[in-house]
């Protein structure tokens, strides 16, 4: 049985150890602790810079709801609102696993900022600022707020994607302000696992530094998906083919498919080595086809794991948003038998 939560060094190696393949399409999840290749296609760029933003004032009103930020809200986070920050989190994963989802509800909340994509262990050390919890801080509220007005999590910038289901915008929530700042952190979870591959030393070092940064405890949140939707989704995405194939007419790409599956295993073995060689404290693991069976439970979980309360109305909002199955991908992609014992080859080692 995989550990849904880790705390605990010793637990931690345990679980990233247990590699479970179930073929099963009601526990699609517990196919792999979820591997994902990097050689994705990529979205258009979002980059924003909080120098030439102005971060949300902290909201006095305790209700949930909120109208969307508007520019003439800013102003920098205070040292005392700095200061109050209890926990700082960051995600350890593979893209397509269903991370972004979790990050912006978790966005949603009205105690906590995530931004979305900052790239945290990627930018770390272009600018030795970020070892200044203020400005590190100021830096990840900004990027949630410029998400929400412009990006991923707008619903003005994103008509389409709200149309199709696939925007990341979680209405009548705290996406991009706040009402007490209790939680701070990113959700980059492919990046770190990426920066860990390039330079394992170095992201330890970074990993170190932060939590020197922070003086805070840090937790790292782990999603997982069945690893055959994720790599379906990356081809489909890479090809052009989303939303073209079919389970009459499967796209079929051995080569792409080959070199997917080698990243798979690349990025496995990063995401042991963070919570391993980094030795990570508190880990907790979410699976994408638990959270779409049950939003509100997985929500609750996250909670509890960064001691903070749950309001009904936003456990609501939140399951309100989310999708009410899990995509099964892999059935839209031919899967040749080289590929599947490839694939149960990494899931055994």
């Known amino acids: ?66 109208s969307p930020p508007t520019a003439s809200t800013f102003t920098p986070l205070s040292k005392q609102v700095v200061e109050g920050v209890e926990k700082f989190v960051f995600f350890v994963g593979y893209p397509r696993s269903g991370h972004s989802i979790i990050g912006s509800m978790m966005d949603a909340h ?61 209405p009548s929530s705290w996406q991009g302000r706040f009402r007490q700042l209790r939680v701070i952190g990113d959700k980059s979870g492919g990046n770190a696992a990426t920066v860990y591959s390039q330079s394992p030393e170095g992201f330890c070092r970074s990993y170190k530094e932060l939590v020197d940064t922070v003086k805070i405890p840090v937790h790292v949140i782990h999603v997982v998906r069945n690893p055959y939707d994720m790599i379906a989704t990356a081809m489909l995405y890479n090809a052009d083919k989303h939303g073209n194939a079919t389970t009459d007419h499967p796209y079929r790409n051995d080569t792409m498919l080959q070199e997917f599956i080698q990243e798979l295993h690349s990025l496995a ?74 694939v149960k080859a990494i899931i055994e080692e």
Not at 32 to 54: C, D, E, G, I, N
Not at 126 to 141: A, C, E, G, H, S
Not at 153 to 161: E, M
Not at 272 to 289: P, V
């Open 1 to 66: 049985m995989l550990q849904r939560c880790v705390v605990g060094t010793g637990m931690i190696i345990m679980a990233g150890l247990l590699l479970f393949l179930s073929t099963r399409d009601d526990e699609p999840s517990r196919q792999l602790r979820a591997v994902f290749p990097t050689v994705t296609r990529q979205m258009p760029p979002l980059s924003f810079s909080w120098k030439s933003a102005h971060p949300l004032k902290q909201q006095e009103s305790t209700s949930l709801y909120r």
């Open 110 to 170: 009205p105690d906590m900022v995530i931004a979305h994509e900052f790239m945290l262990f990627t930018e770390w050390d272009k600018d030795p600022n970020f070892r200044k919890k203020t400005y590190l801080f100021n830096t990840l509220y900004n990027e949630s707020y410029q998400d929400v007005m412009y990006g991923w999590r707008s619903s003005k910038q994103n008509p389409d994607k709200i149309l199709k289901g696939y925007s990341l915008d979680i």
């Open 269 to 342: 073995s990063a995401v042991q080595g963070i919570i391993t060689n980094c030795h990570l404290k508190k880990t907790l693991e979410i699976h994408s086809a638990d959270h779409v069976k049950d939003p509100k439970g997985t929500l609750q979980q996250i909670c509890d794991f960064l001691d903070v309360e749950c309001p009904e109305d936003y456990l609501q909002v939140c399951a309100d948003k989310t999708f009410k199955q899990l995509s099964k991908s892999r059935k839209l992609v031919v899967w040749n038998p080289e590929a599947h014992t490839r």
